[in-house]
């Protein structure tokens, strides 16, 4: 299967947004390597959503209601500029693919600590989608096999219990396709021109992550009702 190289007509398509404007901005400043922390941490500041991000994988082990006790400044001196990468990279993905399951899929997917899910154990399917130039990285998406047939049968109009494995996989790729196609276009626009590779799916029970060289690993949770997914970033935005 191709990767998707028009993102604007998917966009079209399916009716994705652009992210925050905020996410724009730290995306902007991360791609000059040498924006300062003072004015990052600004910019982190005047979004909830990317500042809970940034506490949480700055202080992993505390639960969220004592997260209040902490400020986005200490949190940047805790991960440095490779917090504020992932924040930057992580925040569009996780938009397009909730936007992508609302209106191509009619499914809500909810933002969840990952913290909170339980892993998978178990066979199940792991896609896979790599993308290289200015930036690099890996995009990996996970879920049980239910809710890999749940979410193929809902791209393809097909019954679950009816879709066979190659056809689970085939809708998988695609969806992946149009969810990193969204993260591109976003990587571009701050001038991290990068290409997407075609995407790999496959049926495994023992997931690794290997964490691109100079780059960092966020790993994030969706739920809708009967489903679990798993994303997974590493990106080195200074590859190139």
Request: hydrophobic fraction near 45%; glycine fraction near 8%; aromatic fraction near 4%.
């Amino acid at each position: 299967m191709a990767p998707t190289d028009n993102y604007q007509d998917l966009a079209l398509r399916y009716g994705l947004q652009s992210p925050p404007e905020s996410v724009m901005r730290l995306t902007r400043l991360v791609a000059q390597q040498d924006a300062p922390l003072d004015e990052i941490a600004r910019v982190i500041e005047m979004d909830k959503t990317l500042a809970l991000r940034l506490l949480r994988a700055a202080y992993p082990r505390l639960p969220d209601d004592e997260l209040a006790d902490t400020t986005v400044d200490e949190a940047l001196m805790r991960t440095g500029l490779g917090g504020a990468v992932l924040l930057a990279m992580g925040a569009p993905l996780g938009v397009a693919l909730v936007k992508t399951f609302s209106t191509m899929l009619g499914l809500k997917l909810e933002s969840k600590n990952v913290k909170t899910i339980p892993p998978l154990t178990g066979e199940h399917v792991a896609c896979t989608i790599g993308f290289s130039g200015k930036a690099e990285g890996q995009v990996f998406l996970r879920m049980d096999l239910d809710s890999a047939a749940r979410i193929a049968g809902n791209v393809l109009g097909l019954p679950p219990q009816d879709m066979s494995p190659i056809e689970v996989n085939d809708a998988m790729g695609e969806l992946l396709n149009i969810i990193t196609g969204n993260f591109k276009s976003n990587l571009c626009d701050a001038g991290l021109d990068c290409r997407l590779a075609p995407p790999r799916v496959n049926r495994t029970k023992d997931f690794k992550v290997e964490t691109v060289l100079g780059g960092g690993l966020e790993r994030m949770a969706f739920q809708a009702p009967q489903i679990v997914l798993f994303v997974d970033l590493t990106v080195n935005p200074w590859q190139g």
